[in-house]
């Protein structure tokens, strides 16, 4: 999501004052002076309805509040060390109740405080903020749903068959970003997506698990997911040997009872199918003792193999 460092134009900016710097010093390996810091604020995003049509609930713009304390700003998403420009540490909600969003609700934005060093690497984007060139970031948040403003399903499900943008019965249909799952980083940008907040909204990565170790942040899992997949597939086969075993000795004890038993082993646990190949394989043992070409302790017995012959 996009979000805009000053509100209407002006930022929030220079030294901090004795408890800013107090609550800088928390996030820094030495303590820090005020001459040392330069502080600002940012808009990181509201509860009005962007350019996507989308929007974050109340509740998830409460959770965002504390995952994105210590977050790192970085510039155009590069997650370098060597890009890591300024963090944040505070954040609150305010709101504004003489302004109503698109959808009814009283205005709600979440609002933090950042910092950064004086340093001569940082002199120029300093310079930046203080002359309004550097106005929009980015973050990088994920949420667990998209849900419609309209049906309060799953926003595109099988439930739900409405179009961001619509309007349905005098209700503006929007993806309502709900329940914060994390919140990754902030980085400077150029053009914001939420007209307020200027937030550029990343619901976590597209295609699950495997996009995510395919994106920038997740590459550096690529050999561990790649082994864990060798291992899943290794597992899958030995799920698929274990119900045609139990499938194999039902057959051979109990035949009755393997129509009911072949529908059933797709639901059932891997430790209920072991118990049951167990219990099959000792019934089966029972049913069809081992012949032996050997005779017993001080017995004599002649064998001619007749009973081996096919």
Known sequence: MNLKIVKEGKAASGMPAETELEAINAFAKTALTAEEVYTFSVILCDNEVDRDNERFTEGTLAELRELFVGKTGICDHDWRTANQKARIYRTELVSDPERRTAMGAVYQALKAYAYMLRTPSNAELIAEIEGGIKKETSVGCAVARVLCSVCGQELGGDGCGHVKGETYGGTLCCGELDGAVDAYEWSFVAVPAQRDAGVTKRFGQKGGLKGFV????????????????KDAALGRQYLAELKREVLRLCLVCDEGMYPVLSGAVDSMPPDALMELRKHYGEKSTELYPPATQLPGKQEVTRFDGAAFQI
């Open 214 to 229: 395919e994106s920038p942040r997740g590459a550096r899992f690529a050999g561990e997911f790649e082994a864990l997949s």
